[in-house]
């Protein structure tokens, strides 16, 4: 069975950057489409974005673009979310999931919800502060 490792969460001032990893044991790391997703006390787990890892595709929603992005590391069968220009609105419990079932079109185009995902990472935690 799949296991996500996540790491890199932290503390930063507004303006800042954090990089966080997730890394996948267990299976064929391409075998998975794999996304990140944000929630606070609350709310909804929001999309932050996901990488088709076989295809070397991203999807990012448009209000992550220009801030956030996607990569990979195949040998280390890890993906990093880099979050730049961090913003108040940002601090949250960040996971990485990863789906067994999605194709690689849906993986890219962000054509997928919640449910689809099967498999978790514990949340880190980021936090901004002003």
């Known amino acids: 069975q799949v296991q996500l490792e996540v790491s890199g969460g932290g503390s930063v001032q507004t303006g800042g950057s954090l990089r966080l990893s997730c890394t996948v044991s267990g299976d064929t790391y391409t075998w998975y489409c794999l996304a990140w997703f944000r929630q606070t006390p609350g709310k909804e787990r929001e999309a932050v974005g996901s990488?088709?890892?076989?295809?070397?595709?991203?999807y990012l929603p448009d209000s992550m673009k220009g801030r956030f992005t996607l990569s990979q590391d195949i040998a280390e069968n890890t993906v990093y979310l880099q979050m730049n220009g961090l913003k108040p609105e940002d601090p949250a419990m960040y996971y990485c999931?990863?789906?067994?079932?999605?194709?690689?079109?849906?993986?890219?185009?962000?054509?997928?919800?919640?449910?689809?995902?099967?498999?978790w990472g514990q949340g880190t935690q980021v936090t901004v502060s002003s």
């Open positions: 990488i088709s890892p076989a295809y070397h595709t991203t």
């Open positions: 999931a990863a789906s067994g079932s999605l194709s690689s079109s849906r993986c890219a185009s962000g054509s997928w919800s919640v449910g689809d995902f099967g498999f």
